[in-house]
């Protein structure tokens, strides 16, 4: 169990120690300044022009992600149909719970940011394939 517990510890510390958040930057100057402020500057968004009325990519368009082999994997089992039964049913239930909090917490003007962003999520996750 100990050697179990310095191995899993050896582990973190090789990957806190690639990790260059810490590390001295050239922009910081003389003083040597660090890469953490740096990256936590503020950045001016610059605009997006936008060619068609929506971003959101659905069907043979979607990103291929994390999830888009089980994803496959579903509709090969459980056929087309039914795959989008289940997904129109869980969309639809994520939805209404978003909905159920934003209510809660008072910002029900976020509800259809909040749903277009779990759409895009959906998406960059490989939900939508």
Same mark, same amino acid.
């Given at each position: 169990m100990a050697r179990l517990a310095s191995l899993a510890l050896l582990f973190v510390a090789l990957v806190a120690s690639s990790v260059q958040g810490f590390a001295p930057s050239s922009l910081g100057g003389i003083s040597g300044g660090s890469n953490f402020v740096v990256s936590q500057r503020a950045r001016t968004a610059k605009p997006v022009a936008r060619t068609s009325k929506s971003s959101l990519?659905?069907?043979?368009?979607?990103? @291929?992600?994390?999830? =888009?082999? +089980?994803?496959?994997?579903?509709?090969?089992?459980?056929?087309?149909? /039914?795959? *989008?039964?289940?997904?129109?049913?869980?969309?639809?239930?994520?939805?209404?719970?978003?909905?159920? @909090?934003?209510?809660? =917490?008072? +910002?029900?003007?976020?509800?259809?940011?909040?749903?277009?962003?779990? /759409?895009? *999520?959906?998406?960059?996750?490989?939900?939508?394939v």
């Open positions: 990519q659905m069907g043979s368009q979607a990103k @291929f992600g994390v999830f =888009s082999p +089980a994803v496959y994997g579903a509709k090969i089992v459980l056929g087309n149909d /039914k795959l *989008n039964k289940i997904r129109g049913q869980a969309i639809s239930l994520h939805s209404q719970y978003i909905g159920e @909090f934003c209510q809660w =917490s008072g +910002a029900y003007h976020l509800r259809t940011r909040l749903i277009k962003k779990a /759409k895009t *999520n959906g998406d960059i996750l490989g939900f939508l």
